[in-house]
């Protein structure tokens, strides 16, 4: 595959907003043509599940953005890898690893996704000695090359912890971290952030003293051992793909999209992988709450690149 081209990643969010919903009809004949056809997952509705922010697909030939993070061509390899793997079960010292993030009414998954991975490298890179919440909201206010809730580039958002740093982030309105995350899920028209290089009030520490910044950004090889062995050594990637209708209604199983139109592209981040029932799979964390999914995880059919998944998978390693 030839990397003259980079996903502007439209991201998708899920919420909702009271008394209004996706109708009742409309749900259940997606559904019951899901479980027509579905043969390795279980689709279900959601109650006042709402598709917002959703825009068209924007795939824009760029070579600067595609050269934004260089490729990693000297992966360390591994002799055997297991046939299956969590990354909350090999570093059990990291609590970030079994956590959900919630992007709310904000297309924000690039910056979202990044910033759970980098908090799970943290951590898993100092050995569990060093817990710290990085977050997405200094990134979306101060970037200069995304389009806010509109959409960014994964790649450049791992750039720009190196560049730039991210700060520590508690959820939303929580009063938590640096700053808070600034947008929730029933799309109350909440402010915009504006760029501005102070923490909250009551936070006991400078903009300086808290922003932690990574050592490298990179692209990890676009095949399925190169991504399995990054997790294994390293922690979790961000991938992106892209999203038909059917994806919004998973429950659990193992995805793969047997219905509807395309919706645009989604950035997660990968923990592990397994195999169900004879169909391998990579193990996601997706990014619109608990309540979407397994608990906001899901399982997605791995090895075909389906959908673009194994296409562009980013990385980096965090500086203490």
Same mark, same amino acid.
């Given at each position: 595959?030839a ?11 899920i919420?909702?907003?009271s008394g209004?919903?996706?109708?009742d ?11 027509s056809r579905?043969?390795?997952w279980?689709a279900?509705e959601?109650?006042q599940r709402?598709?917002?922010?959703v825009?068209s697909l ?8 595609a050269?934004?993070?260089?490729l990693l061509?000297?992966q360390r390899s591994v002799r055997?890898?297991p046939v299956n793997?969590?990354s909350?079960?090999?570093?059990p ?6 956590q959900?993030r919630d992007?709310g009414?904000?297309g924000s998954?690039?910056?979202v996704?990044t ?5 799970d ?18 990134y979306?206010a101060c970037c200069t090359?995304?389009l806010k809730?509109?959409g960014?580039y994964v790649a450049?958002t791992?750039?720009?912890w190196?560049d730039?740093?991210?700060?520590s ?5 929580s ?9 929730g899920s029933?799309c109350?028209?909440?402010?915009y952030p504006?760029c ?5 009030a +009551? #936070? ?7 922003v932690?910044y +990574?050592?490298?950004a990179?692209?990890?090889m ?11 050594q390293?922690g979790?990637?961000?991938v992106?793909?892209e999203v038909?209708d059917?994806f919004?209604? #998973?429950r659990? +199983?193992?995805?793969?999209h047997?219905t509807?139109t ?18 391998k799979?990579?193990l996601?964390?997706n990014s ?7 608990n +906001?995880?899901?399982k #997605?059919?791995?090895g075909?690149?389906?959908?673009g998944?194994?296409?562009f998978?980013?990385a ?5």
């Open positions: 595959m990397l003259t081209k980079v996903l502007l990643v439209v991201c998708l969010a919420g909702t907003i209004f919903s996706i109708p009809q409309m749900q259940n004949t997606l559904v019951s043509a899901i479980r579905a043969r390795t279980v279900q959601y109650n709402e598709k917002f922010g825009m924007g795939l824009r030939p760029n070579d600067s953005v050269n934004a993070v260089p061509e000297n055997s890898l793997f969590d909350r079960q090999k570093w010292y990291c609590p970030s690893l079994n959900i992007q009414c904000c998954c690039y910056a996704s910033a759970a991975a980098i908090t490298r943290y951590c898993i890179h100092s050995g569990g000695q060093k817990q710290f919440t990085f977050g997405a909201t200094d979306l090359d995304c809730c509109d960014g450049k791992w750039q720009y190196v730039s740093g991210f700060t982030e508690g959820p939303y309105k009063g938590q971290g640096c700053k808070s995350y600034p947008f029933y109350v028209n909440d402010p504006t501005s290089r102070q923490c909250q +009551g #936070y006991p520490l400078t903009y300086s003293q808290d932690k +990574g050592a490298s990179y692209r990890v676009w095949n399925e051992n190169a991504i399995m062995t990054e997790i294994y390293n979790p990637v961000v992106q793909f038909f059917d919004y209604q #998973y659990s +199983g193992v995805y793969r047997v509807g395309t919706q645009g592209w989604h950035a997660v981040r990968v923990i592990g992988w397994g195999v169900e029932n004879g169909v799979y990579w996601i964390a619109w709450g608990a309540r979407w999914g397994d +906001g995880f899901f #997605y059919v791995r075909e690149n389906h959908l998944i194994e296409d998978v980013y980096g390693l965090p500086k203490y």
